[in-house]
């Protein structure tokens, strides 16, 4: 049966399903159904969220100035993230204003975050994807080296010897039968397209990436106190800044500063002759591999990020662009607003919440959830035990968010879409020697390949970032302002009776924001809409597809039994399933008690 | 062949000698005597790896991201010489019924004789399926996996107490891993994450010595969660001196003083942050200005806020000059030692509670 979506895909569901549980290499819990015609193309695709943990309700009635906290452990991965997203959500509902250093150390850290995770995410969980470590070990070790040096000219370890050595720690650790991580990988199927050289560089590095990311993260361990889930105030940071007086040694003084400063040198360097050069390497063998792109050259939405004056979020102050673009029109960058209640919605008609209209959409502010795990009347198996999902009726952890009833991509490559659309110039400069150097049309960024460029681009675009708040939090404390945190509204006593904020991030992985209503110095009502809800959203209403969904199809694949090209696309999002699928009722009520075993 | 531990050093181009001063370091951080360095010695140089089914249910996966920044030994050291990371769908390439295939054969072949790694916990809710793998409860995948297990390791607060996802209403109704395993030995390694060098301690631990730490009573290996962080603090001597940190950002907090009065939870917690410290030792939550929150504690998530004191003692005040808090010094290690007593009474008698 052949059906059109409102947002121009045909989908197909006559061929054969196959079904991929778990979809490995992501952060969290996910499903994925696919039909696929006799050519091997998938012709529909079904993307389900298989987690759900309701920390929103655990929220309710605590302390706004821990919420933080709490939100922070929505995800280790993007640790961090949620934290600042809701110091100022926070922040914005009680009007309070952080001073200028607070803000530089708060970008340092998110931008800290962006490129560990950005760099974990392509060696760690995304490169098997494209890399088959075992052909590595038919690489010539000199050959490797030359191309090396010709990929990226000033890495230091590049000789025929270190490739030898690393070739035969991964000789052995074959030969020894025990796979560890490699074990019942695809790596005789022909999507692997990389000669063994190639593969023996890229698996070097992913070990080199392994050893190196730890250090990138120091940043946050010297403000934060330790990471994952390093330590934020409302009204600013916990750390004291002391450069010369009596208990400099136990605050941030001149030595912590050039540890910092010294890790954002590293940090850069490893992006700029490791990660870039690979990038650009591997698409370089890739790009003719051009499946994926989706929603990305439809619809696109940026919260944007990365204030560089403390407390104006407006479009104009954010360095990480702000806006979307909808119907493929690069022309208009649309302006969003994220307290008119007709922009922002989630629908659940296929998710398993219930809603008392579940025709309409709700925003944030005034969101309800409440868990109703039903499966649809053509579903396989049982509740217990599922074979087959149907799409037809409910059939995820995660709601439907739609922008003015648009399905929309968010993350790096949404982030670069609406930069370029804008005329930024450093994004645009990013992106056209990108498309040079691998020569290929400005329309190959939408596709899984500009997904993964775009976030190897934002990385080294963060470093630069981060030395720029670097140097502005040197001179801010050169000119006499040591003023980390603003403590006139630390009090309960100094809030109004009732209050609502908004505050938002961009993710690594895209467009996050929390919500939030104070009521009697307590949390009334917590709502966050996250980057991977919006992109492994489920059809709404209308039957729009959601990202995940929208960029599988059309693929080919070279083996139906064998998911590597769904694991490619889809990890080209970064999926994060334990922030999309954690979202509460706001008026807390009591959920089903269901039978414990 | 399987290259061991004593392999990896020695192509990093390090010296039987230094090998040896590895491991006597490392005796002694485990709280071993010199009588040990032998024994673990060999054991880095001859054995094979242990495999390892790492299992994920409700988490965030920081525990992951924390073993990963491991100092010493380097994660991938541990993942391609010390360990068998057979099945941990964070990182493994294989997804799907290949991924779940593993499990199967992990169980068949090495009965026994498989650590079982636990990450997150299950939600007994809905049946399970708030958290579903290959299209079951997680509680499924995981009770097959315990079942011819070694030993199990519960990762961080989610495994071990129940953490985020099971504060008050915990409407999944997660419980930690004890609670729907009971037939086997469970090491609790609690944190919110634990610390990275104290995962890969207590997994090198057990490869080497092919035992299992000693346990405190809950269940905690001794070697790393017998001390309070109060107790090892270096922003102790503030607080036997009454030198609290008021209000954030004031010139006490730039002095670097106690911060007991903002909340912190250093005196009921026990871990090694303030002694091992984070990363190789660059920092830890106290060091870096914010007062612990006490993420390795059973249910810390519903002790009230984490800027409440733990307890409203008014006599902590800051004296007026040095003769003064002198004076006082005595009085103020009274009040804070009758303080711990009294919390620890409190926290026995609710572990107690929620023990039943």
Redesign the interface.
Same mark, same amino acid.
């Given at each position: 049966m052949a059906i059109q979506t409102p947002n121009g895909f045909n989908l197909d569901t006559s061929g054969k399903r196959v079904v991929v549980d778990p979809l490995t290499r992501i952060e969290g819990h996910m499903r994925c159904e696919v039909n696929i015609d006799k050519d091997n193309f998938i012709r529909n695709a079904v993307s389900t969220g298989t987690m759900w943990r309701g920390l929103e309700v655990i929220l309710k009635g605590r302390d706004p100035r821990d919420a933080w906290a709490f939100t922070q452990r929505i995800c280790g991965v993007c640790t961090g993230t949620h934290a600042l997203t809701s110091v100022r959500a926070v922040e914005d509902a009680l009007d309070i204003k952080i001073p200028e250093n607070a803000n530089s150390i708060r970008n340092i850290m998110q931008l800290s975050l962006q490129i560990h995770d950005h760099l974990v995410h392509f060696y760690h969980l995304h490169a098997l994807d494209w890399v088959n470590p075992v052909t590595a070990l038919k690489a010539d070790p000199k050959a490797t080296s030359e191309l090396q040096k010709q990929v990226s000219p000033s890495h230091p370890k590049s000789s025929p010897g270190y490739f030898r050595d690393v070739q035969n720690r991964l000789k052995r650790f074959i030969e020894s039968g025990q796979l560890g991580p490699f074990k019942n990988g695809y790596w005789d199927n022909p999507a692997y397209l990389l000669p063994p050289e190639a593969n023996l560089m890229a698996t070097t590095h992913y070990l080199e990436a392994l050893d190196f990311q730890s250090q990138i993260m120091k940043t946050r361990v010297i403000f934060g106190g330790k990471d994952p889930h390093p330590n934020w105030i409302v009204g600013g940071v916990p750390c004291a800044i002391n450069v010369d007086g009596v208990g400099a040694v136990g605050a941030i003084n001149m030595e912590r500063l050039n540890y910092v400063s010294s890790i954002i040198d590293q940090t850069t360097e490893f992006i700029e002759k490791v990660y870039i050069p690979d990038i650009i390497a591997i698409g370089g063998f890739y790009k003719g591999w051009l499946y994926g792109g989706g929603l990305s050259g439809k619809s696109v939405l940026a919260y944007g990020d990365i204030p560089e004056n403390a407390n104006d979020f407006s479009a104009s102050n954010l360095l990480f662009p702000q806006g979307a673009v909808i119907n493929g029109n690069l022309k208009e960058v649309h302006p969003i607003d994220f307290r008119d209640p007709e922009q922002i919605q989630e629908f659940v008609p296929h998710s398993w919440y219930k809603y008392p209209d579940e025709k309409k959409g709700l925003h944030p502010w005034d969101g309800i959830t409440e868990p109703n795990y039903v499966l649809g009347p053509n579903a396989k198996g049982t509740k217990t035990n599922i074979e087959e999902l149907d799409e037809g009726g409910k059939y995820s952890w995660i709601k439907a968010p739609r922008w003015k009833g648009h399905a929309m991509e968010v993350g790096p490559l949404a982030r670069y879409v609406v930069g370029y659309a804008a005329g930024h110039k450093e994004i645009t400069e990013q992106i056209n020697f990108t498309l040079k150097a691998l020569d290929v049309p400005v329309e190959a960024l939408f596709s899984t390949l500009g997904r993964t460029a775009a976030r190897a681009l934002e990385a080294q675009r963060s470093c630069y970032l981060q030395r720029h708040f670097m140097d502005k939090l040197i001179a801010n404390i050169k000119a006499g302002d040591s003023s980390t945190a603003n403590v006139d509204k630390w009090e309960p006593e100094s809030w109004p009776a009732e209050a609502k904020g908004v505050g938002f991030t961009e993710a690594p992985r895209g467009a996050l924001a929390h919500w939030i209503k104070i009521k009697d110095t307590k949390i009334d009502n917590y709502q966050c809409v996250v980057p991977t809800t919006w992109n492994g959203s489920p059809r709404d209403n209308e039957g729009n597809i959601g990202a995940f969904e929208a960029s599988l199809m059309n693929t080919k694949v070279e083996r139906p039994e064998e998911p590597v090209e769904i694991l490619r696309t889809i990890h080209s999002f970064d999926p994060c399933l334990a922030c999309s699928t954690h979202v509460m009722s706001e008026d807390g009520r009591e959920l089903a008690r269901v039978k414990v075993r | 062949?399987? $290259?061991t531990f004593y392999?990896v050093l020695r192509?990093q181009g390090i010296s039987r000698r230094s090998f040896l001063k590895f491991c006597s370091l490392t005796a002694a951080s485990l709280g071993l005597g010199p009588e040990f360095v032998p024994t673990m010695a060999n054991a880095l140089e001859t054995k094979?790896?242990t495999?390892v089914l790492w299992l994920?249910g409700?988490?965030?996966?920081?525990?992951? $991201?924390?073993f990963?920044?491991?100092?010493h030994p380097?994660?991938?050291d541990v993942?391609?010489s010390m360990?068998?990371?057979?099945y941990?769908?964070?990182?493994?390439?294989?997804?799907?019924h290949?991924?779940?295939?593993?499990v199967d054969e992990i169980i068949e072949k090495y009965k026994g004789n498989y650590i079982l790694a636990c990450e997150g916990n299950p939600?007994?809710?809905?049946?399970?399926?708030?958290?579903?793998?290959?299209?079951?409860?997680?509680?499924d995948q995981l009770k097959k996996a315990a079942s011819n297990c070694k030993a199990i390791i519960s990762w961080g607060s989610c495994a071990s107490w129940g953490?985020?996802?099971a504060?008050?209403?915990?409407?999944?109704?997660?419980v930690p891993i004890h609670k729907v395993i009971r037939d086997k030995p469970i090491i609790k390694v609690p944190g919110?994450?634990p610390i990275?060098e104290v995962m890969t301690a207590v997994i090198t631990y057990i490869a080497t010595f092919e035992k299992l730490p000693e346990l405190d009573r809950q269940g905690r290996p001794k070697m790393f969660y017998s001390q309070r962080i109060h107790d090892k603090c270096y922003?102790r001597p503030h607080f036997d001196a009454g030198q609290f940190v008021e209000?954030?950002?004031d010139d006490s907090?730039?002095?670097?003083?106690c911060l007991y009065k903002m909340g912190c939870k250093g005196p009921t917690t026990y871990n090694a942050?303030s002694t091992t410290r984070?990363?190789g030792g660059?920092?830890?939550?106290?060091?870096?200005?914010?007062g612990c929150?006490g993420?390795s504690e059973d249910g810390f998530?519903d002790n009230g806020?984490?800027?409440n004191r733990l307890t409203n003692i008014n006599q902590f005040g800051v004296e007026a000059n040095a003769d003064q808090i002198g004076l006082a010094t005595a009085g103020v290690v009274g009040a804070a030692v009758a303080a711990h007593a009294a919390v620890s009474a409190i926290k026995r008698a609710r572990e107690k509670g929620g023990n039943e």
């Open positions: - | 062949m399987t $290259e392999d192509r094979p790896r495999p994920h409700l988490e965030c996966t920081c525990c992951s $991201e924390a990963i920044r491991s100092a380097l994660a991938s993942i391609l360990i068998s990371l057979d941990d769908d964070t990182i493994m390439a294989a997804a799907g290949q991924a779940e295939a593993i939600p007994l809710n809905e049946d399970g399926m708030y958290c579903i793998i290959a299209g079951k409860p997680y509680l953490c985020v996802q504060a008050r209403p915990n409407p999944t109704q997660a919110c994450p990275p922003r209000q954030w950002d907090a730039r002095k670097g003083y942050c984070w990363y660059v920092s830890f939550p106290i060091q870096s200005g914010h929150i993420c998530w806020s984490f800027y």
